[in-house]
């Protein structure tokens, strides 16, 4: 194992951990970005969802990190269970430089977030749709009822989320 994915590992998935340094540490040297992709992949729950963390705050300013994973990411986006990595997901799918074959199945994989048992995952994943639809207007149109309604029969959490999504909608 990698010494970066070592400083994900321990502890329970309610903490952090180290994951503020990792991230850190790899956008002033972008090339460790592979190690902390392979640990998407690990069995170690923790350490999955610390990894699925960093590589969300690192794609926000450098979202061309994401480019040589993009097949891996959208299938293990679209084969996890694990609420951790889809609450990450749904923020980094569109985030991706994707085909309108991607996109669509992009799409197909927010959706079934949607249907997760966590709230969590939900309100991230409508965060997700209208991030995805933001540069689109005819998904922009598709999107906005699904947001309505969320926002009336979601959690509240769902609900704040929603509200704010369609101010700027």
């Not at 309505?148 to 959490?157: D, F, K, M, R, V």
């Amino acid at each position: 194992m990698h010494p970066i994915l070592k400083r994900l590992t321990g502890g329970t998935r309610r903490s952090l951990g180290r994951t503020n340094e990792v991230v850190t540490e790899v956008l002033v040297r972008p090339a460790l970005f592979r190690h902390l992709f392979a640990g998407l992949t690990s069995d170690d729950e923790v350490l999955r969802m610390r990894a699925a963390d960093a590589i969300e705050k690192i794609s926000i300013p450098r979202p061309d990190l994401l480019i040589p994973f993009k097949k891996s990411f959208l299938a293990i986006a679209n084969r996890t269970q694990q609420q951790e990595l889809r609450w990450h997901a749904a923020l980094i799918l569109p985030r991706l430089q994707l085909t309108a074959t991607e996109r669509a199945t992009t799409i197909e994989i927010l959706f079934d977030y949607l249907r997760d048992p966590s709230s969590i995952v939900k309100t991230l994943t409508m965060q997700g749709l209208a991030d995805l639809a933001a540069s689109d207007p005819k998904l922009k149109s598709q999107i906005r009822p699904l947001l309505e309604e969320l926002t009336q029969i979601g959690t509240p959490a769902m609900r704040a989320r929603g509200r704010k999504l369609l101010r700027k909608f």
